[in-house]
């Protein structure tokens, strides 16, 4: 079985924290009034870390603004599988239709500059998200070209040394980059 996903890799500095720090009220007002969106109707997904993504957002408004609204005027089943179907000059949307993978058979990334939005259009995926480096190793060196470093588990890993968060349709995920490599790390499967 395939999944169709966009991902859209936005160009950001920033810090994340495992478990989300309390929005400001003033974060947490502009995010549930939900004119950043643009008019795109799918909806982020609880985890979503407000306080975060309300500072991204308003030190990049405009990078953000053309993303929703490329989002809401397409029709997503009609954007051909590709690497940098559209691009700015601060983002690429790629748009991807790939088997599922095991965990066995993935691995961990993790990008020091860019922000992955994600939203999973057909099919479904989990994501697993760890801030213990300790159950990984590497399987490559950084590339700063394409942003990304790629771990493997070392061994099996227990239940409290990651979360899982499920995907659907009808939401998406940001996936705030670390800037430090021992802040956080993804790996995306089923």
Not at 88 to 113: F, G, I
Not at 128 to 146: C, F, G, H, Q, S
Request: one cysteine or more; aromatic letters at 12%; glycine letters at 4%.
């Amino acid at each position: 079985m395939k999944r169709l996903s966009i991902l859209l890799l936005m160009w950001a500095f920033v810090l994340v924290g495992f478990a989300q720090q309390q929005p400001s009220a003033e974060a947490q007002q502009w995010y549930k009034k939900g004119a950043w969106r643009q008019g795109w109707k799918v909806k982020p997904y609880d985890q979503m870390d407000v306080e975060v993504f309300y500072q991204q957002y308003q030190k990049h408004p405009a990078m953000y603004d053309s993303i929703f609204q490329w989002l809401r005027s397409i029709d997503p089943l009609k954007l051909e599988p590709g690497s940098g179907v559209v691009k700015w000059s601060h983002a690429r949307a790629n748009v991807q239709d790939l088997a599922l993978r095991t965990p066995e058979n993935t691995q961990w990334e993790q990008h020091h500059k860019a922000i992955d939005l994600q939203w999973v259009v057909t099919g479904s995926e989990r994501l697993a998200v760890t801030r213990d480096t300790t159950i990984l190793e590497p399987k490559n060196k950084y590339n700063p070209k394409k942003d990304v470093q790629n771990f493997k588990f070392k061994k099996a890993p227990t239940a409290e040394q990651y979360i899982l968060l499920d995907s659907e349709p009808k939401k998406f995920r940001l996936k705030i980059a670390p800037k430090r490599i021992n802040e956080c790390l993804f790996c995306s499967f089923l």
